[in-house]
Every structure is written in C-alpha cells, then in structure tokens.
C-alpha cells in the first residue's frame, strides 16, 4: 500500500497541473484531510518558493478575462473574488476606463449574437444582462446596434 503524500507534495500536484489562489488550494487540501498545520507550512513554503502568488495570479486572470471580451467588469470581479482572491485587491484592479471597456466588449457581443435580420431588443437585453452589464451599458449596446443595422 501506499503511503499519503504530504500536503506539500499534494499542493505542489495541484498547481502543477492548474494555477490556484491561495484560498482554493488550503480549501482542496483541508477536504482531502490534511491538518490545518500541515497545510499552512505547505502554503508556506510554496509563498517562499514563488510558486503561489495571489497578487500575480489575480492579475494575470483579470487581464484574460479582460481579452476574451465575454464578461462585463462586474462578472469579471466576481468571478475574480469567487476564485478566493482578496475583495479588497480585486476591486484595485478596475480600470479608469471601465466604463469604455464595456461598451466595446457589449457591442462585440451583440455583433456576434445577433444578426441585422434577426435582432430582437427584449433578447438582447437578456443577453448582455446575464452577462452582467448595467443597464445603461445595454440600452447604449442596442441603440448602436439599432442605427448601424438600419
């Protein structure tokens, strides 16, 4: 039989195969019963060793997600907070241009959703409300939508 890996080496398995915030990885560890203890001096170690920064990981995801264009800046925070990132360092990361950002990232979407023909205003409301944009950013997104189509 084998024996237990040790938190440390089951942490090191785990961001070796998928970046993880600091918040998930103790989270993963305590429920596969490693002690309390055992799982701060991995975390510990793996802090002194740089391979688990929140601060740079936060970062780097905050701006893929900002690349990929699907998300307003409110479900990009959320997501970014629900991934065990500090609250407080999260929302540091909202850009000036925020507003700009999501007016783009809204007319993208709804360019590639809907076409001339096919655009229906009630559903595309929908669309981009469940992608979390506020209502403003919306009716701006529809009202282009509208005058370019037309």
């Known amino acids: 039989m084998r024996e237990k890996k040790t938190a440390l080496m089951k942490a090191t398995d785990l961001l070796a195969s998928q970046d993880q915030s ?14 309390a203890e055992e799982v ?14 929140d601060e740079e990981l936060c970062r780097r995801q905050f701006e893929n997600f900002c690349a ?3 998300l307003s800046m409110r479900q990009i925070l959320m997501k970014l907070i629900q991934r065990g990132f500090d609250k ?15 007016q783009n990232v809204a007319e ?3 360019a590639k ?3 001339a023909a096919k655009f229906d205003r009630v559903k595309a409301w929908k669309f981009l409300s469940s992608r979390g944009f506020d209502g403003e950013i ?7 939508f509208d005058t370019d189509t037309e």
């Open 40 to 53: 701060d001096t991995a975390i510990d170690k793996l802090k002194q060793y740089n391979y688990l920064d």
């Open 68 to 70: 990929e264009e699907k």
């Open 22 to 35: 600091t918040a998930i990885l103790r989270r993963k560890l305590l429920m596969r019963k490693y002690s």
């Open 138 to 144: 919306i009716s701006h997104a529809v009202e282009n």
């Open 113 to 115: 959703k809907f076409s």
């Open 108 to 110: 993208k979407l709804l």
């Open 88 to 102: 407080d360092f999260v929302m540091n990361l909202l850009p000036e241009n925020a507003d700009e950002y999501e």
